[in-house]
Nanobody, 117 residues
Framework: QVQLVESGGGFVQAGGSLRLSCAAS????????MAWFRQAPGKEREFVADITGRGHSYADPVKGRFTISRDNAKNTVYLQMNSLRPEDTAVYYC????????????WGQGTQVTVSS
């Protein structure tokens, strides 16, 4: 079973940047699809970005501002977040499919990102 641990969240002013990390353990995930989701207070969890064998995809609200990447040697995926907005405030989760592809069903504990106006 893969375990995921997110880090890098924090408090930042609007227009600032943060880089989130998600370290995987228990299995090499170089061939796995990996994704970032977020959940704001009172809202459902939503897709942010993923990286698969076919490339990257992003939710419309973050296109051009966020970049997902991975370092297979470190078994880690990153989310570089630039030009942050107050509406980006949420708990950010990384996720992988338990089989490596398909539905994202394994989750980390999340990391809080707070953007002040």
């Amino acid at each position: 079973q893969v375990q995921l641990v997110e880090s890098g969240g924090g408090f930042v002013q609007a227009g600032g940047s943060l880089r989130l990390s998600c370290a995987a353990s228990g299995r090499r995930i170089s061939s796995y699809a990996m994704a970032w989701f977020r959940q704001a207070p009172g809202k459902e969890r939503e897709f942010v970005a993923d990286i698969t064998g076919r490339g990257h995809s992003y939710a419309d609200p973050v296109k051009g501002r966020f970049t997902i990447s991975r370092d297979n040697a470190k078994n880690t995926v990153y989310l570089q977040m630039n030009s942050l907005r107050p509406e980006d405030t949420a708990v950010y989760y990384c996720s992988v499919p338990s089989t490596g592809v398909g539905v994202y069903n394994l989750w980390g504990q999340g990391t809080q990102v707070t953007v002040s106006s």
